[in-house]
């Protein structure tokens, strides 16, 4: 499994022009609010078109601008968590998760759902819906429903934010059990240090729309490519909190 990008994208104040590799791994794009993270999985999942560049995922194209290759997101097959989840209101939580499945048969979507719950930790939660489910609830509905539509890669634009320690603690051990569980190359996106050095395999740093240094969290922090990644670590404060 593999998703490989190279994407350029120019908008009014901003430049994007970055190339890396995700393989069967947990990949942290980590960097500053604004750097073009997000930017970048919009851009790969379809949503927001490069101006130059290519997306393949296990040899696939998706987009490539020479070719003139622009696949829709409907057909890109990966799964998207979005910052703010979005679960469908006004359904319970097993039908968040079997929108998911719609492509499947009743039988086939049934039996998933089924399964989507035990392993989301989510019995008892069923015919609830989001407004009655916490904060860290949500996270699981919405893992569930992405990879009901058995992605080959998963996309994460800051899925851990606004969420209380204890609960962030939760959600980053299910993301590893997701990461082993399922077998496919994981992007996750934050600009929280501690989210890095606790998820990553590898970490692509972003600075100011480009990719400054890539490499296993630690190596990066011992061996900073520049003052400015070594400044965006903060040495000291990974030393106070973070064992190794």
């Not at 430049?15 to 970048?40: H, I, Q, R, T």
């Not at 851009?43 to 987009?63: H, M």
């Not at 998911?100 to 048969?105: M, N, V, W």
Request: proline residues 5%.
């Amino acid at each position: 499994m593999s998703l490989s990008v190279k994407l350029v994208k120019n908008v009014p104040g901003f430049s994007l022009d970055v190339e890396w590799e995700a393989n069967n791994e947990f990949v942290v794009l980590f960097g500053y609010s604004g750097a073009g993270k997000s930017m970048s999985l919009q851009i790969i999942a379809g949503l927001l078109k490069a101006d130059e560049g290519y997306v393949y995922l296990n040899g696939d194209v998706l987009f490539d601008s020479k070719r003139g290759i622009d696949l829709p997101p409907q057909k890109r097959q990966l799964g998207y968590v979005f910052q703010n989840h979005t679960l469908f209101p006004h359904m319970p939580v097993w039908k968040n998760i079997a929108y998911g499945g719609k492509h499947l048969s009743k039988r086939e979507r049934e039996e998933r759902i089924r399964r989507m719950i035990k392993e989301f930790h989510l019995e008892g939660l069923e015919n609830r819906f989001p407004s009655q489910i916490s904060g860290g609830q949500k996270r699981r509905v919405a893992l569930a429903t992405v990879l009901m539509r058995e992605p080959k890669a998963l996309l994460l634009d800051e899925p851990l934010s606004a969420l209380d320690s204890p609960i962030k603690m939760e959600i980053m051990k299910l993301l590893r059990e997701v990461k082993e569980r399922f077998n496919i190359p994981i992007v996750l996106v934050t600009h929280d240090i501690f989210e890095t050095f606790t998820l990553a395999d590898k970490v692509v740093v972003y600075i100011g729309g480009r990719v400054a240094q890539i490499g296993a969290p630690y190596e990066v922090f011992r061996n900073p490519a520049n003052p400015e990644v070594a400044r965006l670590f903060c040495a000291q404060e990974i030393f106070q909190n973070i064992a190794f």
